[in-house]
């Protein structure tokens, strides 16, 4: 396995980064996870202006053009011969000294890695997950923007954690007002009386691309879909529920809270969307 790491193309057992590099010690850097259908990078160009929108966003300054970018992932994909893969690209701010001034780290490291795709069990896709809501709150977006995929993922991870803790397989994050925001790396629908509903990215979501990819899929479909805030009561009650992500596609939640949701089973509409997202993968993407 090959990985682009600052220049060169490494083995994987030579891709190794210095311990002085400020994203393994401050968490300072971005990064983006992409797919590959049947040998296509699934809307690569709205993931690399997400990942110089959260470099700009925190000064970071990605050493290659748009263009290189896109040439370097795709050349990544080429050489390891994958035609079904999962990319991380990764722009730490680079090594520095022990102090967090990024005024000392020399270059910003840009690591690119694209391997075979541990696809989640089928069994999930057919039966749903079971969610909780947890205590870790999303960022403030006047803070650190959620738009920022940084490298700094402890929030998510501990979300991640209380999952974990609860025994259910992903977890609902709110924000300070208690609206439902997402998941730890996935986003979040709901169905009601045949109108979809997702939370605007203000209340503190990333704006997923996987979101945008099914927001156009429903309307194009058909579906009424709505950008509107929602509470927890408003999932437990919802006639169905799914999450969104690079990682996850479309998934269905069938339960939340210990709440069933409907008969506990993923939705027709749920169904639907999945399928149509899966045709729309092999078509759209960049060889
Ligand atoms: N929310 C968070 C916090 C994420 O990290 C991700 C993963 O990228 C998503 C949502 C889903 O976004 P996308 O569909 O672009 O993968």
Redesign the pocket.
Known sequence: QWIYLSGEFVKKEDAVVSVYDHGFLYGDGVF??IRVYSGNVFKLD??IH?LYDSAQSIMLNVPYTKEEMEQIIVETVRRNKLESAYIRVVVSRGAGNLGLDPAFCSQPRVIVIAEELALFPMELYQKGLRVGSVASRRNRPDVLS?QV?SLN?LN?ILVKLEANQAGVDEALMLNDQGYVT??????IFIIKNGTIYTPPVYLG?????????IIDLAREKGYELKESPFTRHDVYVADEVFL????VEVIAVVEVDGRKIQDGKPGKVTNHLLSEFRKLVTQDGVK
């Open positions: 983006e996870g709205e993931h997400r959620p995929k993922y998510n997402e998941g730890s790396a996935d986003n979501a990333l704006e997923g691309i996987t979101r945008n990819a969104t992500g690079t990682a």
